[in-house]
Structure formats: structure tokens, C-alpha cells
């Protein structure tokens, strides 16, 4: 038997969203987990709007054969598509990973209000570790960014998904 759903530790689309990045984090965990099943890379992410989860998305690059198919470009289609706009100022993208550069030049685009990410990506991180994309003044919009959250549990996904490949 299952236990039941309970918003404050396990938040889903439509759920109040529990005060605080860590609950939607572990959200964006479990997402990014069932990446796995399909040979994706485990990267999970999840937008939050007023409080509530509008949007709950994983990496599906290998399952579509599409290389724009990560986490966050899928997360931001379906806030779009749940708010009707595509100017997300008043959400907050929570991402288990790093943004790489398409990602984050999308949270640009989307003038999404607030990023929170876990793991930092030293090789393809355009966030704060190879380059600073959502706080660069020569673009039309700037995002706060707060990175670590949960990160070594973000860490240790991809950790354990790449040694299982090797």
C-alpha cells in the first residue's frame, strides 16, 4: 500500500508549493530519478507560480531522439502552456542541475523570475560556473540565481548515473 500524497515533502503539479526551494527540490529530484529509466541523463526540474507546482519535467533527450528535449526547455513549455503566456515573470524554475547555455538563454527568453538550482556543471554550467547568462546586463533580462540547493543529492545522482555507464 502506498502512502499517501502529502504536499508538504512530495509537492506535484497543482500542489501549494511548501515555503522554501528545498520541497520543490525534491521534487525536481524525483523527476530528475525517472530520467533514468529511459537512459537519460537524471536532470529534473520543476516551475512554481504562485505558489503552486505548474510544471514537472525531466531530461528526454534519448527517449524523443530530440537534443532540446531537457528538463528545464520541457518545464518551460508546460508553465507556458498551464499559465497561457509565455512571460514567466512571476515564476521560479528549480533545476537539479546547472542550466547549461540553451537552458538558460531560454529562462532569459522566458523572463522567468527567479532560477534555483542544485549541482553546480563546471564543464557546460552557463549559470555561474563557465559563464553568467542570467545576470548579464547586455541581455534584456536578469534573473536572480540561487545555486546548491540539495546539491549533493543532485551531485549524487549524476555521479551514480555516469559510474553505472562506465
Given at each position: 500500500?502506498?502512502?499517501p500524497?502529502?504536499?508538504a515533502t512530495?509537492?506535484?503539479?497543482?500542489?501549494?508549493a511548501?515555503?522554501?526551494?528545498?520541497?520543490?527540490?525534491?521534487?525536481?529530484?524525483q523527476?530528475a530519478?525517472?530520467?533514468?529509466?529511459?537512459g537519460?541523463v537524471?536532470?529534473?526540474?520543476?516551475?512554481?507560480?504562485?505558489?503552486?507546482?505548474?510544471?514537472?519535467?525531466?531530461?528526454?533527450?534519448?527517449?524523443s531522439?530530440?537534443?532540446?528535449a531537457?528538463?528545464?526547455?520541457l518545464?518551460?513549455?508546460?508553465?507556458?502552456?498551464?499559465?497561457?503566456?509565455w512571460r514567466?515573470?512571476?515564476?521560479?524554475?528549480?533545476?537539479?542541475?546547472?542550466?547549461?547555455?540553451?537552458?538558460?538563454?531560454?529562462?532569459?527568453?522566458?523572463?522567468?523570475?527567479?532560477?534555483?538550482?542544485?549541482?553546480t556543471?563546471?564543464k557546460?554550467g552557463?549559470c555561474g560556473?563557465?559563464?553568467?547568462?542570467?545576470a548579464?546586463?547586455?541581455?534584456?533580462?536578469e534573473?536572480?540565481?540561487?545555486?546548491?540547493?540539495?546539491?549533493d543529492e543532485?551531485?549524487?545522482?549524476l555521479?551514480?548515473?555516469?559510474?553505472a555507464r562506465?
Amino acid at each position: 500500500m502506498t502512502a499517501p500524497h502529502d504536499p508538504a515533502t512530495n509537492p506535484s503539479p497543482g500542489d501549494a508549493a511548501p515555503d522554501g526551494d528545498e520541497p520543490a527540490m525534491r521534487l525536481a529530484l524525483q523527476e530528475a530519478a525517472a530520467a533514468t529509466a529511459h537512459g537519460d541523463v537524471p536532470v529534473g526540474a520543476v516551475v512554481v507560480v504562485g505558489g503552486r507546482v505548474v510544471s514537472s519535467r525531466h531530461n528526454e533527450r534519448e527517449r524523443s531522439a530530440d537534443p532540446t528535449a531537457h528538463a528545464e526547455i520541457l518545464a518551460l513549455r508546460d508553465a507556458a502552456a498551464a499559465t497561457g503566456t509565455w512571460r514567466l515573470e512571476e515564476a521560479t524554475m528549480v533545476v537539479t542541475l546547472e542550466p547549461c547555455p540553451m537552458c538558460a538563454g531560454a529562462l532569459v527568453a522566458a523572463r522567468i523570475g527567479r532560477l534555483v538550482y542544485g549541482a553546480t556543471d563546471p564543464k557546460a554550467g552557463a549559470c555561474g560556473s563557465l559563464y553568467q547568462l542570467c545576470a548579464d546586463p547586455r541581455l534584456n533580462h536578469e534573473l536572480p540565481v540561487t545555486a546548491g540547493v540539495l546539491a549533493d543529492e543532485a551531485g549524487a545522482l549524476l555521479s551514480d548515473f555516469f559510474a553505472a555507464r562506465r
